[in-house]
């Protein structure tokens, strides 16, 4: 049985419940993810060839800051750095190093800011100078993917109607879901109930009430679903190194339907596309 409980009268811990904000959190959630979007948007130009991934993580946290935020990231549960950078074949929980990036790169960036208490979580594809066509496509599968998930959040839907949504949408595209990481419940927690799959059955899981706040967040693999879990403890790879992409928007239901709060303020939700080609992706 799921309890929905109202959010500020809870402690500070997943306890299983899963929280209902109210308006203050829904205006302190807006700021939050303003923020990461704001960043996010700023990466676009620093993402080129030659770049080291560390300095990805020097921008960020210099970010962070400037604005008064935290990376949540920072120390999070022995990880170290400011930002996740999860380059080609690595799926998610890429660590910054010093390694420059390449012409034909494609990496994911991976910004949670904490702003008065909330936590605003979202991460987007860059594209390394000019990519392959097979690169390119996947990430527009991936977007889309997130687009059609998003489209399920509404009151008395279930969570299962999201995963559904992109489950039949990527393998109809021959691509996989990965299984291993999932979305997650989110706001004055980095990682909160429910969990948010990106694969499953319509119907099924928790119904969605207004107030609930979580991420969706699809990896979409080229290859397999597989992935592992290098001896770093934190970098998962795709088991047979095929190609893997993802996107990540925090959202918010709402009595009407869906807030998305990760939106990019600048138009640059899939940097390196079009805003004429996003248009498309997300119609
Ligand atoms: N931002 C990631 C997410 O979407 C979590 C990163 S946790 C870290 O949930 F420790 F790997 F940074
Ligand atoms: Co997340
Ligand atoms: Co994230």
Known sequence: MTIYLEAEAQPLRNTGSIRLYGAEAFEGMRRACLLTATCLDKLADLVKPGVTTQAIDDFVFQFAM???ALPATLNYRGYMK???TSVNHVVCHGIPNDKPLREGDIVNIDVTFIVDGFYGDSSRMYLVGKVKRAAERLCEITYRSLVLGIREVKPGGHIGDIGAAIQDYAEGERCSVVRDFCGHG???LFHDSPNILHYGRRGE????RPGMIFTIEPMINLGRPHVKVLPDGWTAVTRDRSLTAQYEHTVGVT??????FTYSPAGLDMPGFSAERLAEISA
């Open 66 to 68: 400037d604005a008064g």
């Open 82 to 84: 400011s930002v996740c």
């Open 205 to 208: 899981g928790v119904e969605m």
């Open 186 to 188: 989110v706001g004055k």
């Open 255 to 260: 009595e009407g339907g869906c807030e998305v």
